[in-house]
């Protein structure tokens, strides 16, 4: 296994081919989903940068919002569609925004910290709803995507979208994964654990939080440029409003952090919970979400990534008299 | 900008600035005993509207004297307060006093979303109005404009309950001893102070208060669904913004939010949607802990 295709880079992989394939036999709806968890995924992603360091947003919303208005506002003025130049800017503007926010928001901790990032995504939320030029309240309708020369009608803009979204929240997820690899990316467990230590060390733990905190726009910037693509409409109540970054901590707190994987399988599992008890429970869909919400801090604080843990935990057990078995027999 | 103008911007942002104490005191004083901010209180507030709007309409049909409404808000805060308060913090917050704050705040998050169904559920989706004890007061005309004497009278109940307030945390035993957790947990537990109790009876006050906030309210609004996020968000920023846990942080915040809003309003209604975060931001920015948060020693 070389620096880049550990045991996770592979499962990424895997991940990646696994969804190409299973384009041509699943149903309209459930590419909705997939496509949906895959923008999710990444804003979630992004939240598991920062909560590596013990730091959550509840404005995360934020970049999802910045990245999904950057690319309707490109179709809208520019008129141009090309997938990989709208993404780009959005991811660019957002992780431009984050940035210029880091300065100010790595001086935070705590509930702060959480809470400066919400009032940072309602005035982003006042700001597009008042104003015309942005679509106000009704938001701004995009476009067909094309995809450089490629331009592609009816059923097979679907499955490019798809094919595009799949390879770069690949792309993205293995770039965190090695990030999180590198000193600068270990350094987030040491901000958790103790900041003034750090710095005695010699590292400075506001620049590594406002690193993090610029890779967790960016991230979140194309979680929202896929979003606005896949949902073909942004408007304020979907894109920037608190409830959606409620939704992104929801997922967070359901994959956990253990794996640069787990924020796209939870976001997946959060858009199958909420399709479903939407569809099946009308009346009470909050309180089933609620209470998965409940179930989750309470049993399993780790999120579910930690289910995968305990299994390894056991195996690694089950594997150990055996071993000393076999040594006694040698 | 003429005096009038100043007048009636001054009265608006008065009277909003009361009902934003009336949410937020309760929460802040939640918060400044138990550390966590609890997001169960919009759903406090919601159920003190409903209930209360609830048997108003019942109490208007029997034809007894109009004043008997205010009793009938009292009594509602003060039941929920008491059913709430001791169902959230024992059956939900005593499990997680260990966990990070962030944990706690998403679990009354939870319990948030939870309630917010059973409120359509029990009420459904018809919004309820009990508009007679606002009849009942009359209006009163300031600067040619009239405003319903009920809505001043809020300024009047916030006064007072900041005023009890505080001469219950600094005046009696109990209140001492809320200080003395307040300053430091450990060390009150090991002065004999009995810290699972202060923390319930904290919760229920602090619930009470949120449940009155929704029961005076009940008459002057449409009861309907989405009122107690709309709060929950509110409050928040105004607990923030006067400092977590500290009451004339509170009055202060809303005094602070209330009028830049109703100022807003007036002036330049395209603010009016996040005047209240950019307050929330600003201060912030200037003040991290909020303008009247208690100073904290820093551990290592």
Known sequence: MTKYMD???????IGLVVLIVVNFFIPEWFRAILLLSLARGSVALGLLVLWRCGLISFGHALFYGFGAYTVALIVKYLGITDAFFTVACGVVVAGGFAWALGFLLRRYRGIFFALLNLAFSMILYGVLAKLESLGSTDGISLERTTYLWYAPEGPANKTALFFFAAIMTWAVAMAVHHYLRSTLGYMT???RENEIRLEFLGYSAE??????????GLVGGFGGAIAAMTIGHVDPDSMAYWPISGDFVFIAILSGTGNVGAPFIGALLYELIRTYAFEQFPGIWQLIMGGTLLLIIMFLPNGLWSLVDLWKKRRAERGRPAAAAEREKA | ????LLLIILVDGLVYASYLFMVSVGLTVICGVQKILNVTHGSLYAFGAYLCATILIVYAETGWPGAGAFVIMAL???????VFGIIIERGLLRFLYAEDEHIIVL???????????????????NPYIAAEPLALLGQTDIADLPFDNYNLSMILLSALVAAVLWYGLRRTTFGKMLLAVIFDRELAQSMGINVTR?????????SFLGALGGAYQAPAISVQPGIGVEVIVLAFAVVVIGGMGSIPGALIGSLVVGV??????????????????MIMAIVLIVRPQGLFAPAKPRKI
């Open chain 2, 107 to 125: 679990a009354t998050f939870a319990a948030f979303l939870i309630l917010e169904d059973v409120l359509l559920l029990i009420w459904g989706t």
């Open chain 1, 207 to 216: 620049r590594a939080i406002h690193v993090k905190y610029t890779i967790s």
């Open chain 2, 260 to 277: 830049a809003r109703a100022a807003a309003v007036h002036l330049e209604p395209v603010l009016e949607l996040f005047v209240i975060y």
């Open chain 1, 7 to 13: 045991r996770t880079g592979w499962a990424l992989t």
């Open chain 2, 76 to 82: 509602t805060a003060i039941f929920l307060g008491i």
């Open chain 1, 189 to 191: 467990t040491a901000v």
């Open chain 2, 1 to 4: 900008m003429d005096t009038e």
């Open chain 2, 198 to 206: 202060v923390f319930l009876l904290t919760f229920i006050v602090g």
